[in-house]
């Protein structure tokens, strides 16, 4: 075989080991191309927070059996984070044709870590949890079974950051739960929207108080006023606002009215508390039950 045949097969099995690396090449970067996550209970989401030294927002899932809430990691020197627990929260389905998501927006105007976890589930529930900051898209998270979850590692900046947390029942179920915030803030405000307003025929139950309003518990980080603003569509009712020390058990209540034939708390519900008590407060809708599914907007402010 003369020269000349020998390298024309040296050409060619060169070629053909440039066509098998650039595969397997391609191959390997393919394997390595896997979407991220949104509705998972074990990657590890990011967020972004939007300002103009904005930092990355790493958010870790967090998932556990118990009730115990997370706690944020305070920054030295700087102020305790902010904290407000939704109790007995009747959520929706999200196959309900009539079901509305139960919203929460904060703001915070410190560095730090961001607090969202629900921390109890009735039994058999299921929930989907998402977190957005500054309109980005949300990080979703679904428990597993016998699990609570929620986000406890998102981070906030120095700049004023606006937080949007999104609960509702993962295809038909429809679960009671507990959700706990925490976040940097100077002036602790939260606003809920899409609540449920049912009313309980003047006979108030767990169930009918699940279904019909909200029940929240604060710490202040100071002396202050609680400000308590809701209103409510489609149609006017008698309402309940309650604010209770529950410190200790049993609880003491503070102040105590009713509102008839409205569809607004008015005058808005102010009380003086302090550092040193835990306290409760406690709207429900304490009229007749509607089939309209009264919806229902409350903003809670706190020293």
Not at 41 to 58: D, K, M, Q
Not at 130 to 144: A, E, F, M, Q
Not at 237 to 262: E, K
């Amino acid at each position: 075989m003369d020269d000349r045949v020998w390298k024309n097969i040296s050409i060619a099995l060169g070629v053909i080991c440039a066509l098998l690396i650039g595969v397997a090449g391609a191959l390997l970067v393919v394997g390595h191309k896997t979407p991220a996550p949104t509705d998972t209970s074990s990657p590890t989401a990011s967020l972004i927070a939007a300002g103009p030294s904005s930092s990355a927002a790493s958010i870790a899932p967090s998932e556990s059996g118990s009730p115990s809430p997370s706690q944020p990691v305070a920054t030295p020197g700087a102020a305790a984070a902010a904290s407000i627990s939704f109790t007995n929260l009747a959520l929706d389905s999200s196959k309900d044709s009539l079901g509305t998501i139960r919203t929460f927006t904060f703001q915070s105007d410190g560095a730090g870590a961001v607090v969202a976890d629900v921390t109890k589930i009735s039994s058999g529930g299921y929930v989907k949890i998402c977190l957005s900051v500054d309109g980005s898209k949300p990080n979703c998270l679904i428990n597993r079974p016998g699990k609570t979850i929620g986000f406890s590692g998102a981070e906030s900046d120095p700049t004023p950051n606006t937080w949007t947390v999104t609960l509702v029942g993962y295809a038909s179920s429809h679960p009671t739960v507990d959700v706990t915030f925490a976040w940097q803030t100077s002036h602790p405000q939260i606003t809920v929207t899409h609540g449920r307003f049912q009313g309980d025929d003047g006979k108030r139950t767990t169930a009918s108080d699940a279904l019909g309003g909200l029940t929240a518990t604060f710490h202040p980080r100071a002396v202050g006023v609680v400000n308590v603003q809701a209103e409510w569509t489609i149609a006017t009712t008698d309402a309940a606002m309650t604010l209770s020390d529950v410190t200790s058990t049993p609880a003491l209540t503070l102040d105590q009215r009713t509102f008839t034939g409205v569809d607004q708390i008015t005058p808005v519900f102010t009380a003086n508390v302090d550092s040193t008590k835990t306290y409760q407060v406690q709207l429900v809708n304490i009229g007749a039950s509607s089939t309209d599914r009264p919806d229902l907007t409350a903003q809670i402010s706190f020293p």
